[in-house]
């Protein structure tokens, strides 16, 4: 009977060893390239606004992250199938992504914007404007859910795998008009075009069944605790400035 214990107790030791194990390493999902949020350097390490931000928040929780580039179309699915713990690539939290995952609190909350080429006529996005024109979304995206709904039937909605596809497809005229986060936007087109792109009408955050609550990390629905864990070094970043130091890098100003 104390042998068979002992084995019992050594064996309890054994998978709770296993766990903590497990946790000191978490694995995140990354579809990049996504600048600013997420890129290659040429050296080829990752960087970027969530590539940064997830790094603190691992640090200040205790863990390691170990980042995995997933492509967007199958994100979910491969976070469903254990092939990485959590997602963290500008993924907006709405209700239909709500019914798969668990989010953590928002960590980001940025409008999305219309761009063109600077010589374009575009002035205002609607339906008159943009009839027979091709517009460029990243496929799976809000974007693409909200353009294809607003102005499927009168235009041509194009979807790329990357923000860095349509880049080249409107370098080539085979795209009239983009739709983009704007952060993302203003870097790939904006910063690094300087004069060959702009932004026509305003910054859009509504309706909210398409814009959400602003970017989450996401998790598998059963691990609340992973994800309280995050949500609450994100709290703790939040108040001791460094989440503030990591925005200002990327956007140049401080959250406000």
Known sequence: MKKLLSITLLGAALLTGTVQAQEETVRIAVDVPYEPMEYRLPSGELTGFDIELGNALCKEIGI????????????????????????????????????????????????????VPAKSDIRTPAKETLEGKSIGVQRGTLQDNYATDMYGDVANIKRYSTAGDMVLDMESNRLDIVFLDFPVGKSTLIDSEEGNYKVVGGMITEPKKYFGDGFGIAFRQRDKELAQKFNDALATLKENGTYDEIFQKYFGTKKQ
């Open 64 to 115: 390691d992250c170990e980042w995995v580039v997933q492509g967007w179309d199958g994100i979910i699915p491969g976070l469903l199938s254990r092939k990485y713990d959590a997602i963290m690539s500008s993924m907006t939290i709405n209700e239909q992504r709500r019914k798969q995952v668990l989010f953590s609190d928002p960590y980001f909350m940025p409008p999305s914007a219309w761009f």
